[in-house]
């Protein structure tokens, strides 16, 4: 892959929801690796309830966009954002700045606390991350963190949970079994289920069937439109196929930049922009 | 001379060459190993036929009545090597989660420093540290204290009855706990590091604080490799000689209490190896030498098969 200056200087056609939909809203972030930029000045718009996709070549900083919505990247000190990340109205990278023109606010204010943060924003990574412990353990230690609930709510809970991620049927047996002990893409809607068992407003899903099979990723896809019911989705992929089947919006990032930002019915019909043409007719990679 | 005949023969000829080399080495190791361990049986084997199985369970140690029974010196050894371990192991685990999950870079590198140093000091300086320091400060403000406030007919009072000179079975755990101290942190560190980063995020991911991931996370995902390396703590605090034989006490009594004197196989051959004239003797330090051999052995086999099973 090989985009040169022009190709990635073309401009950027951004259709955003309505503000009073934005459940996320970024403005204007930068985002570095110690001193290395990663980000220049994106947006996104993220619309409650809907399936916003994340496309773009390797390197483009899809990845890392995602990663700044929980602050995951706090975990590590040489990284650091800028600009303005609002959860519902609020700006998670300076919560005492009045924000001007913000969706409405909603919920608890999070006011720099990270462990109320990733528990409204829920996160399920590339590669399956079971915990060493049981299937139900799995859910339940989530739930058990930000919860008090009783057995009989948390079995429920439990139960709801896996099958919401299409996984119920395949493990109602074997609850006790170790949570490792099951397939790729079992791990994986394991994980969807861990993350919506917490019951967050959004789960941010970053390439989550880049390792599973063609029947795995199927399922997976089936329980992520099932969720659209209850929660925002953010997902990163480098499928563009699942990227138009699912998704509500879609937003093509190059070279650290939101290129291009439409409902995704629009996008991958007639793309606005060349690179992003380029791209979705297989031109670059 | 055709160099494409002689090409491939002097490969092959290297080659095997090379191998053989390799396997002598590694059968000089194996041979020593067994020589070791015959040397030890034919040594020991006239003490273990005089005393048969009364050996490991007497505690008489007498070289001039000529009976031996190792039960003093090897419950001496078990029970040092194992409070050692217990006051080892939750400094060990706070250092290395410290190391990995809290510490500023800057101040890990001095930490770390410090640990290794630990780990480098001859045991003879902590052994002179513990008879000169440790052991007169103990006795004063632990073992005089407690033997005015403890009621001596109570269970306590057995506990920790004893002369109070600081030289007993418990300052030479803590001695023991701070030389295993590093080596346990240091393998705890590297496993804590194994923890997949993706594993990591994903359990701060789901809103745990920083103590839950290490507390439900980070050390059950470690847990079976960190008894490994506790075991190897273990046979390092087994087989410790020196810093063991300038504090223990060196008395053969069967040690009754946490603060008595008592002895350790190591210390035990070390003190009196020098001095063994009758050949019952020099047997009876023989045979304790194979009861370290074997202990020690099953020691580190354990934490082996411990580690092994996690890689699988």
Known sequence: MNFDAKQADVGSVILPPPMEQRVLDVRGLNF??????????????????????????????????????????????????????LFNGENLLN???????????????INGDNARLRARIGMVFQRPTPFPMSIYENIAFGVRLHRN??????DEIVETSLTRAALWDEVKDKLDKSGLSLSGGQQQRLCVARGIAVEPEVLLLDEPASALDPLSTAKLETALIELKQSFTIVIVTHNLQQAARISDYTGFMLMGKMV????????????????????VTGRYG | ???????????????????????????????????????????????????????FISAAWDPVAEDYGAAGPIVGTLVTAGLAMVMALPLAVGIAV???????????????????????IPSIVYGMWGLFVLAPWFALHVQLPLFYVVDPDSFWGHLFEGIPNGANIFTAAMILAIMVLPYIATVLRELLLSVPTHVREAAYGMGCTPYEVVSKIMLPYIRRSAIGAVMLGLGRALGETMAVTFIIGNSHEFPRSLFASGSTIASTIANEFAEASSDLHVSALLALGLV???????????ARLLIGREKA
């Not at chain 1, 291009?260 to 791209?279: N, Q």
Request: contains cysteine; charged residues 15%; aromatic residues 10%.
């Open chain 1, 260 to 279: 291009e930002f439409r409902p995704s019915g629009e996008a991958f019909v007639r793309p606005a922009t060349a690179a992003m043409r380029d791209y």
């Open chain 1, 95 to 109: 919560p005492r700045e009045a924000v001007e023109d913000a969706p409405p606010a909603a919920g608890l204010a």
């Open chain 1, 32 to 85: 570095f690796y110690g001193k290395h930029q990663a980000l220049f000045g994106v947006d996104l718009p993220v619309a409650r309830g809907k399936i916003t996709a994340l496309i773009g070549p390797s390197g483009c900083g899809k990845s890392t966009l995602l990663r700044t919505l929980n602050k995951i990247y706090d975990l590590y000190p040489g990284q650091h954002a800028e600009g303005q990340i």
């Open chain 2, 98 to 120: 410290f190391l990995v999950e809290f510490c500023p870079s800057v101040l890990a590198k001095y930490v770390s420093m410090a640990v290794e140093l630990l780990a480098g």
């Open chain 2, 292 to 302: 370290l051999f074997v202990i020690t052995f099953a020691a580190l086999v354990g």
């Open chain 1, 149 to 154: 609930v009783s057995r009989a709510q948390m």
């Open chain 2, 1 to 55: 001379m055709s160099v494409e005949t002689a090409g491939p023969s002097r490969a092959a000829r290297q080659d095997a060459f090379f191998q053989a080399l390799c396997f002598s080495a590694a059968m000089v190791l194996m041979a020593t190993l067994a020589g070791l361990l015959i040397a030890l049986v034919i040594g020991g084997w006239p003490a273990l036929a005089h005393f048969g199985p009364k050996f």
